[in-house]
């Protein structure tokens, strides 16, 4: 039998204590709210865990045990919560763009939501790590849209849209997508090919982000940077041992890591890689 959604677990979660009704005020707080909340993060598949995607799973790692996680966990956790408020929520697929050279067609590998709300269509998306963005997108092209973690816009493209963030006074891709409806059963295969493949940067690599009201934390390998809304660096760490990796993802991330010997030496060594 599949799980009731936990309406009053992820209000908790994320500290919302106003009306549950589906309106546009009520999804951008909703959103901006679990973005502060629930961080990204790839312990998982970085330590050999499974990635589960039915809604048990993810109530009870994502709500119920301090963790975070990857775009399916977050954008299908928030998709059940969405509909079970009533709005009408669609799954979409991405290729994601970033950091990738000019004309890169990669694999749909990003998880992201379309909703209709008085008529209207957004996006929204809580599973971009380090970019997420804290509030709901009109989806209308060449529209600078502000949020409180920074600008971004569509551009059509295609038969779809590229997503692209302004950085400093660029504006970078970050994915494309078209609107061609996802079940979820769409996404268990790329799901299970990133958490478990060899080739997959997520088990070699340790990642966390978390956007708060007005700051940007994130984490790669041992590198920790805090941005603040307008992008300005107003702190920096690096991280060499599995002591401070494990107290930095827990007092700044919010993240209860799984104890044991052998986390604490999967930490140490993607901190400190073999030459």
Partial sequence: MASAPDLAGWFGRIG????????????????????ASIP?????????????????????????????????EHNRLLWV????????VQ?????????????????RTHMLLRLVVDDEQWIADVGFGGLTFTAPLVLQPDL??????????????????????????QWAPLYSFELTA???ADYEATNWWLAT????RFLHMLAAARATADLRHTLRNGSYTCRDAHGVIVAQQQITTAVH??????EVFGIDVPQGDAVMARLDAVLNPAP
């Avoid at 919302?16 to 973005?35: D, F, M, V």
């Avoid at 849209?145 to 816009?153: D, I, K």
């Avoid at 493949?197 to 997959?200: A, G, I, L, M, T």
């Fill in 81 to 88: 919560m969405l509909e079970a408020l009533g709005y009408t």
């Fill in 40 to 72: 990204f993060e790839n312990l998982s598949p970085l330590l050999g865990e499974p990635v589960l995607l039915d809604v048990a799973s993810l109530q009870t790692k994502l709500l119920h045990s301090r963790r975070g996680g990857w775009c399916f």
């Fill in 91 to 107: 799954g979409l697929a991405a290729r994601v763009l970033w950091q990738q050279p000019d004309g890169a067609q990669p694999p």
């Fill in 16 to 35: 919302y204590t106003g009306p549950a009704s589906p309106t546009l005020q009520t999804l951008k707080e909703l959103i901006r709210l679990h973005s």
């Fill in 197 to 200: 493949h060899d080739s997959s």
């Fill in 245 to 250: 990796a494990v107290s930095l993802l827990h």
């Fill in 144 to 169: 600078v849209q502000h949020t409180p973690q920074g600008a971004y816009r569509l551009q059509s493209a295609g038969g779809g849209y590229v997503m692209q963030a302004l950085l400093g006074e």
């Fill in 182 to 184: 996802q079940q979820p």
